[in-house]
Each structure stands twice: as C-alpha cells, then as structure tokens.
C-alpha cells in the first residue's frame, strides 16, 4: 500500500498553506481551525509502537443558560487485517483481535467513552469470495460469542460502550446468518443488537449468498453516554434508513463500513453520504472503513467481465466525523491502521434543529400519503404533460 495516496487532506495540506489553507479548511470542512485535540504523549507513543495513527478533533457547542454542556468522547478504529487467510480461523481471528487490543487500549486511555469499529471488523471481508467454507466458520453468536466476551471485560475496564459488527449465527432460529452490529454498554452488559438493513447485490458485494436484510428495525440504544444507532454499511446509501434513526432520537450514528476504491467503487460519495445525513438529520455521525487489501485464496470474478483475481480492491479507510451543522473534521489515512476521536458536545443537536428548523419543516403526513400510494400495484406516477393543460 505503500505506492497508495496517503489521504485527501495530505493533498491538500501539502500543496496549500496560510490564507488559502484556511479557506479551503472553511469551504470543505465548514470551519478554518478543525479543532484539533491533543492526545496524550503516552497514547502517541503507544500509537507509534503499534504503528497505528491516532488523531482527535472537538465538535463544541454554543454555551446554554439551561442546560450543562453533554460532553462524549467517541472513537472509531479503522484496521486491516494481520494474518493471511490461508491460516485456521481461529487463527486469523485471534490476529486480529490482539492487534486491535492495542488500539482500544490506547482509546481507553484517553478516557474514550463510545467505540465502534468497522464492518465485521472481526475477519476478512470474505463474502466477495461466494465461498461458504470456511468463512461461515467466523459467525458466531451475538450475546455469548468470543469477540462479545472479549469485548465485554474492555468495556467493564475502561467504563466504555462499546459497537462490534460481527458476522451473527442465529442459534435460535435454525443457526442462520446476519450482518449485526452488537452494543455492549459500559457494565459490560449486552444492550442490545440491529442487523444490517439493507443488502447489495452489487458485483464483489453480492452479501445475499450468506445474509439477508435484518429484521430489527431501526433500534436507538440508550447509554449511558447518549442515544446511539447503527446504520450498516450499505444502509448509508438509503436516506430514510438515517431518517428513521433519527425520528427515533439517535444522538449518533455510526456507519461501520467495508468499501472500496475501485473505478466502480464508492470513495467519490464517501465524504458525502455520512455527512448529508448529519446535516438532513440533526445528528452526529460516524463513518468508518476497512484498510488494506484482503488477498484470498482461491481467486473469484467481479461480475464486470473482468479475469478473475485474489482481492476484491483498496479498502481506503478515511474514516471521519460530522456534525449536525455539517462541519466534519479531517479523516483518518487511506492506508493505515487508525484510531480518531471526537470529543463532541450533543448539544449541538437541539441547537441546530432550533436553527434550521429541518423536522419542524418536513411533512411526514404528506410523505406518508404519497409513499402509501408508490407501494399499490396499479401505482401511477404523478407526472404532468404538456397536452394535459389543454
């Protein structure tokens, strides 16, 4: 990955300076100074060590006469995978979970209070492959699988709420397979789980061959540190998947993704989509990607008439934060492992709904009459032409 870009803002950084920096900081980001946080020397030092990067930006809000400020702290880890995926799962999975160890720790020492991690942040993204052995074998149970064990006694160590998207086995209803994203509250408790709602069926992402869309609807999970929600990866090309978690008073939403840079790929809407929904929504958001390229061992076809091959691509990682305003704040690398945290006030929320006045103005009556009639079979479209007038 070495011959990679490093990032968009290394571009930028590195060909603008002084006034011309600021305004583009202004125009693209939406502030001149993006707030940058210091971390502390140790957490650095730990980062370099590890070979990770760790970057920190605040997202304050205007003080208030009635209400405290509602200050969290959120990290979200971006990684690749360490282990070649040839090796016995077992393996492949306790490579990575020792290798992200490192990281949460770090962001359990900068006091981290909500951490969310990539897509199945727990093994390869295998399903390009259509192959149901051996990656099957990475499913396992929501509430008492290894990686939620694993993670409960970090977030009991660090008082942290903690979102995993594993590959689930449902050992309920006849061992099938979901995309899930599990929330794992500070007390080590399993809050709850929301599986992926939307499912491509798009050349490598035919994620179909091994789950379906969810069933879980559009779940709000209180915290300790705020209302939180989870919107799975190809849900983030679905506006009315971010509106509802909205209605139902998310805080934050994270967007735990795997995407690639491939000419047919998604990077040119990646800083676009998490960030439309902050603003449309009046909600902190949270968009997170893989890094690196997975080599398989068989290879498999793209269905793009292309010969067939060993990786599906770049996964490109720059992974970022966005506020409600629509002030996000720089993104993590294109190729290397990360962690980035916001210390963001929820405040903001109500104030920019205050301001724009987006739910006050949105006439969901009025949607709802009409997408009631889109759904009938003998549906006609409202379209006016020109000899109707006559």
């Given at each position: 990955?070495?011959?990679?870009?490093?990032?968009?803002?290394?571009?930028?950084?590195?060909?603008?300076?002084?006034?011309?920096?600021?305004?583009?900081?202004?125009?693209?980001?939406?502030?001149?100074?993006?707030?940058?946080?210091?971390?502390?020397?140790?957490?650095?030092?730990?980062?370099?060590?590890?070979?990770?990067?760790?970057?920190?930006?605040?997202?304050?809000?205007?003080?208030?006469?009635?209400?405290?400020?509602?200050i969290?702290?959120?990290?979200?880890?971006?990684?690749?995978?360490?282990?070649?995926?040839?090796?016995?799962?077992?393996?492949?999975k306790?490579?990575?979970?020792e290798?992200?160890?490192?990281?949460i720790?770090?962001?359990?020492?900068?006091?981290?209070n909500?951490l969310?991690?990539?897509?199945?942040?727990?093994?390869?993204?295998?399903?390009?492959?259509?192959?149901?052995?051996?990656?099957?074998?990475?499913?396992?149970?929501?509430?008492?699988?290894?990686?939620?064990?694993?993670?409960?006694?970090?977030?009991?160590?660090?008082?942290?709420?903690?979102?995993?998207?594993?590959?689930e086995?449902?050992?309920?209803?006849?061992?099938?397979?979901?995309?899930?994203?599990?929330?794992?509250?500070?007390?080590?408790?399993?809050?709850?789980?929301?599986?992926?709602?939307?499912?491509?069926?798009?050349?490598?992402?035919?994620?179909?061959?091994?789950?379906?869309?969810g069933?879980?609807?559009?779940?709000?999970?209180?915290?300790?540190?705020?209302?939180?929600?989870?919107?799975?990866?190809?849900?983030?090309?679905?506006?009315?998947?971010?509106?509802?978690?909205?209605?139902?008073?998310?805080?934050?939403?994270?967007?735990?993704s795997?995407?690639?840079?491939?000419?047919?790929?998604?990077?040119y809407?990646?800083?676009?989509?998490?960030?439309?929904?902050?603003?449309?929504?009046?909600?902190?958001?949270?968009a997170?990607?893989?890094?690196?390229?997975?080599?398989?061992?068989?290879?498999?076809?793209?269905?793009?008439?292309?010969?067939?091959?060993?990786?599906?691509?770049?996964?490109?990682?720059?992974?970022?934060?966005?506020?409600?305003?629509?002030?996000?704040?720089?993104?993590?690398?294109?190729?290397?492992?990360?962690?980035?945290?916001?210390?963001l006030?929820?405040?903001?929320?109500?104030?920019?709904?205050?301001?724009?006045?987006?739910?006050?103005?949105?006439?969901?009556?009025?949607?709802?009459?009409?997408?009631?009639?889109?759904?009938?079979?003998?549906?006609?479209?409202?379209?006016?032409?020109e000899?109707?007038?006559?």
């Open positions: 990955m070495d011959s990679e870009t490093q990032s968009f803002e290394t571009l930028i950084s590195n060909n603008l300076s002084g006034r011309d920096l600021e305004e583009f900081n202004r125009i693209y980001f939406g502030r001149r100074d993006n707030h940058e946080v210091r971390v502390k020397e140790s957490s650095a030092a730990a980062a370099r060590e590890a070979n990770f990067e760790i970057a920190a930006y605040a997202f304050p809000a205007k003080k208030e006469h009635t209400r405290p400020p509602r969290v702290k959120v990290g979200i880890i971006q990684h690749s995978i360490p282990a070649p995926t040839d090796l016995p799962i077992n393996d492949q306790t490579a990575i979970l290798k992200v160890k490192k990281i720790d770090v962001a359990g020492q900068e006091g981290v909500i969310c991690f990539q897509e199945l942040w727990n093994m390869p993204f295998a399903f390009c492959t259509r192959e149901k052995q051996p990656w099957c074998e990475f499913a396992e149970s929501a509430e008492e699988g290894q990686t939620t064990r694993f993670l409960r006694e970090l977030a009991v160590k660090y008082a942290m709420v903690i979102v995993s998207s594993i590959l086995r449902d050992e309920a209803h006849a061992d099938i397979l979901w995309n899930t994203a599990v929330v794992i509250s500070d007390t080590g408790n399993v809050i709850g789980k929301h599986r992926k709602n939307h499912i491509p069926r798009v050349g490598d992402f035919n994620e179909s061959n091994y789950y379906m869309e069933n879980t609807g559009h779940p709000v999970f209180a915290t300790r540190y705020g209302k939180i929600a989870i919107n799975i990866c190809f849900g983030r090309h679905h506006p009315l998947n971010w509106m509802m978690f909205g209605l139902n008073g998310a805080d934050i939403v994270f967007n735990p795997a995407t690639i840079a491939a000419d047919a790929g998604s990077e809407m990646w800083n676009i989509e998490a960030r439309n929904a902050a603003i449309t929504n009046c909600y902190f958001t949270a997170i990607n893989r890094v690196g390229y997975e080599q398989f061992p068989n290879e498999f076809t793209s269905a793009d008439g292309q010969p067939a091959h060993k990786d599906l691509g770049l996964f490109y990682g720059s992974s970022y934060f966005c506020g409600p305003d629509g002030v996000r704040c720089p993104g993590l690398s294109r190729n290397k492992d990360g962690l980035l945290i916001g210390v006030d929820l405040n903001q929320n109500r104030q920019i709904r205050d301001r724009r006045c987006y739910y006050m103005t949105q006439r969901l009556p009025m949607y709802v009459e009409s997408l009631s009639k889109v759904v009938e079979l003998d549906y006609k479209p409202q379209v006016v032409h000899k109707d007038g006559k």
